[in-house]
């Protein structure tokens, strides 16, 4: 019962902390944030306890993974071999960017007939009444689901361009929790499925609440409208001219992608290098984060021992990525051995390890901003990379937290 009672209280706690950071407290919409926080509990119960939840989301999830497909249909045709990974994970260039090549000019193309406009405006209108947000950002919580953060980004920079600098960090904040469906197969072959799914939708209603409490925004009705790319009374510009202009773009943004999560993992991995000269060798970035995280994964409902363990894995996937820790604990999670012979320790790090929050979506993300807007917003999210990288680790928290409340 103790740890019930801890694992509780952690949902204020990590929601305190992100009041603690926020950049305007003064704004801070409590009566909205706590509605959402009761929903992901509500949401949080029905995915524990009833396998129906988990295959509506398995559903959503199969029909953008079929998307990702027929992408892999031109991958194979030019690069063959870059579809048969060596290392036993996916590669990242081939899941995760070569697919906007496809997925960009399809939500491109859906602009361009007027389709994709009036979704967001009447979905995100009712997600709006909800969640308290902006029409296109309550939308865009929805799409980034199964998405993938680049190429969600991707797909609004129409949207994006018509934004505050604020807004755009809102969405930069919200794009540190997402996945991408065609990956949603390969977690659950490592990890216990309905924990994987059941993650899904929690880090998306997390993403609304912590981006809420970092970065509250007022927006006007005036200001709370859809972009499009036809303005009234201007030509309509021919469609393959269109297309072939989506294209390139796409193209563009997945070379300064890559340069920019190159640069970043290498930085990361340089940094580990400086240490390894101290001749400490308990001395990286993984242990220090696994160090900070333990008193948050004490708080997540474990022993001292227990937790200590579980805040290396979070530590270690923050630097490195989801699928290092999975290929770790695998065999043991799927066996229910070890540390997960407890169900309560199986559900919290599925949850907490099923979101792209880690040192290189950082990167994707400033990447993906760098080739869709004007400096100055590009400049404005790049000054709060730190809060990007708290976002992303106080909304596995608070998934983790919100669906270990109801396995034990």
Known sequence: MFYIIVNFLSIFVFLGIAFLFSNDRKNV?????????ALELLLAWFFMKFSIGQDIVKGAADAFAWIVQAANIGIAFALPDWLKPTTGMPNFVTSALLPMLLVVPLFDILTYLGILPWLVKWIGRGLSFITGQPKFEAFFSVEMMFLGNTEVLAVSGAQLNAMSAR????????????????ILGAYTAMVPGQYVMAAVPLNILGAIVISSLLNPVEVSPEEDTIASIHKEGEKREPFFSFLGDSILNAGRLILIITATVIAFIALAGFIDKVFALTGLHWLSLENIFGVVLFPFAWLLGFDTNQAFQIAQFMGTKLVTNEF????????????????FANEHAKAVLTVFLTSFANFSTVGMILGA???LVSKEKNDYIAAHVPQMLLSGILVSLLSAAAAGLFVW
């Open 167 to 182: 807004r755009n960090y809102t969405l930069a904040l919200m794009s540190m929790s997402c996945v991408t469906a065609a």
């Open 29 to 37: 919409k409590w009566s909205r944030i706590l509605l959402v926080v």
């Open 324 to 339: 290092v820790v999975m290929g770790k604990i695998s065999k043991d999670i799927m066996a229910g051995t070890g540390l």
């Open 369 to 371: 901003f760098k080739g």
